[in-house]
């Protein structure tokens, strides 16, 4: 309530501010439904099961080899798509000015020998 104002006052003014015909806003939605959170827990069921019989060190290989792959495929982008210079940059806040031309040198390298990623 507004200071100043006695209760009387203060409902009538609301009274006179709210519009009765708009709708009351929809409340937020969850992040998940309950269709999604289903399909969540099965996928992720599935993978406790398809793991369950790997030792961890398997499972954190595969994790690590998925990983440089979806690595190695965007920074192949990032050179096709002409941001190398970006790609350099990144790499060096990474691993150092040295690693990262090493990196790059070596990717356009393997990428030149395979001639599949050129633009």
Known sequence: MRRGL???RYMVECGLTVDPTTEAPKPPRLVLDGAEQRRLLD???GIAERTA???EEAVLMRVRNALAFLVEARMREMMRDAREYE???LLTDLFGERAAAATV???QSRMDTEGLDSP
């Open 6 to 8: 006695s209760i009387s």
């Open 43 to 45: 996928s992720v069921t």
């Open 53 to 55: 019989a790997e030792s």
């Open 87 to 89: 790609l350099k940059a």
């Open 105 to 107: 040198e070596r990717l």
